[in-house]
């Protein structure tokens, strides 16, 4: 079929034009107050605080993101994530190619891996994707643990890059007055495409897929490569995330590519909520300041981070990001696509 026509698909898409004016408004806002960070006298470790809520968002926005168009929850998204970073790491240990290359290859690297574990995964739906992802996610995890003499085990490894990457000093990714602006910015362009892949006939087609698989095939179309096309850059983005990571802290360890990873992920896309694509983002930050200041008053942390994963869901069942749309809509009068 070359148009998206049956009433059915054509009931999943949103109208692309209702409250878009406002929508775009508040999204260009906080980008430009995102960039102003830096610039206003923050402390520096809230700074090295929201440039780590940035990373952790960019992983639940991949994580959200399948949620919201394929339905898919997936406890592997640290193979991606780690994987990347990893990647970066055994690149510049083993090879002499410039850290530029090494950077732009290893997110390639986890799309190439995100395609062929696709295949595999999408034959599945449900629970058992979701078995399928963590078990792939495990099997990464112990490859690194045991193949001690690639990836130094337990130990991680630590990232000697070239004293300069892209035109910029090694300290520019390394300081997080700095970095924070390159986290931010790549968490609004991937936020930026993601809105926009969402809203084409392709998203509307996914989320037709997600709501009913057997009807739109149906209907005449190919219901797998859609879902793969969707896991793939589901991967992508996780692994833009590891590879930021990387050169955040110059080391990688096991924990990046541990299952709890991937876990945490989905817990922040439920906080934040997924029928937006920006809001696992929120979720991110609201997580991880939580964390920060739940670990200061006790090393029991996850508790609290689990009494407030209750309240959301039994208080906000679209999340923090679903009150806000609530909110925004109500100011705007308009309903939100």
Not at 200 to 224: P, W
Not at 271 to 290: E, H, K, M, N
Request: net charge positive.
């Amino acid at each position: 079929m070359s148009s998206i026509s049956s009433p059915s698909v054509r009931g999943a898409q949103a109208a692309p034009g209702q409250g878009i004016g406002l929508y775009l408004a508040i999204g260009c806002l906080v980008a430009v107050l995102g960039f102003a960070l830096p610039f206003v006298g923050l402390p520096k470790n809230l700074l090295a605080l929201l440039t780590s809520a940035s990373i952790s968002a960019i992983l639940a926005t991949a994580v959200g993101f399948l949620v919201r168009q394929a339905g898919l929850s997936s406890f592997g998204h640290a193979a991606f994530y780690g994987g990347a970073a990893y990647a970066i790491a055994l690149l510049v240990k083993y090879t002499s190619l410039p850290a530029e290359v090494v950077v732009l290859a290893a997110p390639l690297l986890i799309v190439g891996l995100g395609v062929v574990v696709s295949l595999i995964l999408l034959r599945t739906n449900g629970i058992a994707f979701s078995m399928l992802s963590l078990a792939m996610a495990q099997a990464v995890y112990e490859l690194v643990m045991k193949w001690r003499d690639l990836a130094n085990g337990e130990d991680g490894l630590r990232i000697r890059f070239a004293r300069e990457i892209f035109g910029l000093k090694l300290s520019f990714f390394q300081k997080a007055d700095t970095m924070f602006l390159v986290t931010w910015a790549v968490l609004v362009v991937v936020i930026a495409i993601l809105v926009l892949v969402s809203r084409s006939n392709f998203g509307t087609l996914t989320i037709a897929i997600k709501n009913n698989e057997e009807r739109a095939r149906f209907l005449g179309y190919r219901t797998l490569w859609p879902r793969v096309v969707i896991l793939a850059l589901s991967a992508l983005i996780a692994a833009l995330g590891g590879t930021l990571f990387a050169l955040y802290n110059g080391y990688v360890t096991p924990s990046l590519l541990h299952w709890t990873l991937s876990g945490e992920a989905l817990i922040i896309a439920i906080i934040g909520g997924t029928r937006s694509v920006w809001a696992p983002a929120v979720g991110a930050f609201v997580f991880v300041i939580l964390r920060d200041v739940a670990g200061n008053y006790t090393t029991h942390w996850q508790s609290i981070v689990g009494l407030v994963l209750i309240a959301v869901v039994l208080t906000l069942p679209n999340g923090i990001g679903g009150a806000l749309t609530a909110f925004t809509n109500r100011f705007g009068g308009r309903q939100n696509g």
